[in-house]
């Protein structure tokens, strides 16, 4: 598929001063890992819907707020397609797994591939929806054995408080697709070594409506004064890309790291 158009986005947060970034969580003593892969070939109706919701803590999670040294993520994904009266062709891997990844790891994978063609007259018609959403949050802990490298701790010890949130996804509805996506995050590791990570990407050409976003809220606190949280940064930011009509090729890829470390 020839490209278009091409939007790579890297939001992060650097360690300035004594501003820090995401802590990502560590496992629990017993680990999940399951995976699918689906292979489709359908000429009338097909149909296809996935979710998963996901928090894991460092400490008990089933507090209405975090408890001194907290960390907590959610990691929620969704996708669906629906069409009808058409040719289909729909292929998807799904792998998930909660132990700790290093930082060429993953925790969830999804790699989707779906063509489809409206019948002549049929006034076929088909959807598509996929959203990745990321969100951490942490109160200020101490830095101890939490990191490998010894360039990576400040002199205070202490990891600042964060709260951030970052989704991605995209859509498509019309007569005519052949599209591809891939989405995959990380926030479960043994060390602050690793960064937090969130990608995404979707290429397609087709006949109808497509979209494409990314939307994050990242807030950073400072090492604390006087036993007080301090806010370091706050930082908003969004983007979309629609096209619509007879596509000849629509293409966005999006990245997200938060650490302390990054690469």
């Given at each position: 598929?020839?490209?278009?158009?091409?939007?790579?986005?890297?939001?992060a947060?650097?360690?300035?001063?004594?501003?820090m970034?995401?802590?990502?969580?560590n496992?629990?003593?017993?680990?999940q890992?399951?995976s699918?892969?689906?292979?489709?070939i359908?000429?009338?109706a097909?149909t296809?819907?996935?979710?998963?919701?996901?928090?894991?803590s460092?400490?008990?999670?089933?507090?209405?707020?975090?408890?001194?040294?907290?960390r907590?993520?959610?990691?929620?994904?969704?996708?669906?397609?629906?069409?009808?009266?058409?040719?289909a062709?729909?292929?998807?891997?799904?792998a998930?797994?909660?132990?700790?990844?290093?930082?060429?790891q993953?925790n969830?994978?999804?790699?989707k591939?779906?063509?489809?063609?409206?019948?002549d007259?049929?006034?076929?018609q088909?959807?598509t929806?996929?959203?990745?959403?990321?969100?951490?949050?942490a109160?200020?802990h101490?830095q101890?054995?939490?990191?490998?490298?010894?360039?990576?701790?400040?002199?205070?010890?202490?990891?600042?408080?964060?709260?951030?949130?970052?989704?991605?996804?995209?859509?498509?509805?019309?007569?005519?697709?052949?599209?591809?996506?891939?989405?995959?995050?990380?926030?479960?590791?043994?060390?602050a070594?690793?960064?937090v990570a969130?990608?995404?990407?979707?290429?397609?050409?087709?006949q109808?409506?497509?979209?494409?976003?990314?939307?994050?809220?990242?807030?950073e606190g400072?090492?604390?004064?006087?036993e007080?949280?301090?806010?370091?940064?706050?930082?908003?930011?969004?983007?979309?890309?629609t096209?619509?009509?007879?596509?000849?090729s629509?293409?966005?890829?999006m990245?997200?790291q938060?650490?302390?470390?990054?690469?």
């Open positions: 598929m020839k490209k278009f158009a091409i939007a790579v986005i890297a939001l947060v650097l360690a300035v001063g004594l501003a970034a995401d802590d990502p969580v496992q629990t003593y017993e680990t890992g399951f699918t892969s689906t292979a489709v359908a000429q009338g097909v296809n819907a996935e979710s998963i919701v996901w928090t894991q460092n400490q008990d999670m089933r507090g209405a707020s975090l408890a001194d040294g907290e907590q993520y959610t990691m929620s994904y969704s996708q669906s397609i629906s069409g009808n009266n058409g040719y062709e729909y292929n998807a891997v799904n998930l797994d909660t132990a700790n990844k290093v930082a060429n993953n969830f994978k999804s790699t591939q779906f063509d489809y063609t409206s019948f007259e049929a006034f076929g088909v959807a929806s996929e959203s990745l959403l990321l969100d951490g949050a109160v200020d101490d101890d054995n939490r990191f490998l490298c010894p360039f990576a701790t400040t002199t205070d010890g202490v990891f600042p408080a964060y709260c951030n949130i970052v989704e991605m996804g995209s859509t498509f509805s019309g007569v005519a697709v052949s599209m591809t996506t891939v989405a995959s995050e990380r926030h479960v590791a043994n060390s070594d690793v960064p969130m990608d995404y990407s979707v290429g397609l050409s087709g109808g409506a497509a979209s494409a976003w990314i939307r994050a809220h990242l807030q400072r090492s604390p004064i006087d007080e949280i301090t806010k370091g940064m706050d930082l908003v930011y969004s983007e979309k890309t096209a619509s009509g007879v596509i000849a629509f293409s966005k890829a990245s997200y938060s650490g302390v470390r990054r690469f």
